[in-house]
């Protein structure tokens, strides 16, 4: 059994993704905005 982790099809856009930043006041339910991908 393979995974397809290799085909393009399968990838997914890392801007999609939230930053770190977001993650952890997201979980520690920070109400404080987080620092922006270009700042990291």
């Known amino acids: ?3 397809n982790l290799w085909l393009i099809e399968s990838q ?9 930043g977001k993650m952890i006041n997201d ?9 922006t991908q270009e700042k990291m």
């Open 27 to 35: 979980q520690l339910a920070i109400d404080e905005p987080a620092e």
């Open 12 to 20: 997914i856009v890392s801007l999609s993704f939230p930053t770190m």
């Open 1 to 3: 059994m393979r995974s």
